[in-house]
């Protein structure tokens, strides 16, 4: 491995880990909400969430551009109060990673939320426990494997991204070239398999290790029996 291709596998890894970290409470509430919330407009909260799954990468990066660019209005926003811009830097890729990776986390999350027995929340409560003891001593331990196995998969997700990412935040190395744009760049250069053949090696590492975690985790939870995260 060279000095270049280790400081791309330690971008990729601080992209995915600032990705997951930053996602995880908002992925837990909208997950939260879609298990045990009843609202108006329930069905498209749940459509909107998950629609970068369905949506092609290339338009989330896009979209990005139109909403942080420096000309976009959350943008601008942040630029003018904070001073904080995502443009052609590691902490726009981590926004790109970021979305594309929430309706995964939600997903397992929600799957996780919802096989809590309400029945242990409810005996709880007629036992004088206040609603947030029994959110602490009973959901979230439950819950607690399926909300890692939710990470878990964001972070597999944050590490394959490349559409959104080079759409929004360009291939710049250094700052924005993650393990898939390295490995788009590559290619176009001919003589450099060798080094296309090591990133997509620990590409494939870091997601099969990824996802072999979160189905363990998926099992520990009991969703083993009756379903999986994946």
């Known amino acids: 491995m060279t000095a270049e291709e280790w400081e ?25 909400l879609l298990a045990r919330g009843r609202f108006p407009g329930k069905l498209l909260l749940d459509a909107l969430v998950h629609l970068p799954l369905v949506l092609p990468p290339v338009v989330t990066g896009w979209l990005l551009l139109i909403a942080f660019g420096a000309n976009g209005p959350a943008g601008r926003w942040l630029a003018d109060w904070f001073g904080v811009s995502f443009m052609f830097r590691w902490t726009g890729a981590a926004l790109a990673a970021a979305v594309m990776a929430l309706p995964l986390m939600v997903r397992a999350m929600r799957l996780s939320i919802e096989a809590v027995d309400r029945r242990l929340e409810g005996a709880a409560r007629t036992l004088g426990a206040s609603p947030a003891r029994v959110f602490f001593s009973i959901t979230l331990p439950l819950a607690a494997p399926g909300l890692l196995a939710g990470a878990v998969l964001g972070f597999a997700r944050s590490i394959g991204e490349f559409g959104a990412t080079i759409t929004f935040v360009s291939n710049i190395p250094g700052e924005t070239r993650t393990i898939p744009i390295a490995i788009y760049s590559a290619l176009q250069i001919p003589g450099n398999e060798a080094a296309v053949t ?33």
């Open 8 to 32: 791309i596998i330690l971008l990729s890894l601080r992209v995915s880990i600032v990705a997951v970290l930053a996602t995880m409470p908002l992925a837990f509430g909208f997950a939260w």
């Open 198 to 230: 090591r990133l997509a090696a620990i590409a494939v590492l870091l997601s099969l290790g990824a996802l072999v975690l979160s189905e363990v985790l998926a099992r520990r939870m009991g969703q083993g029996k009756g379903g999986h995260v994946l």
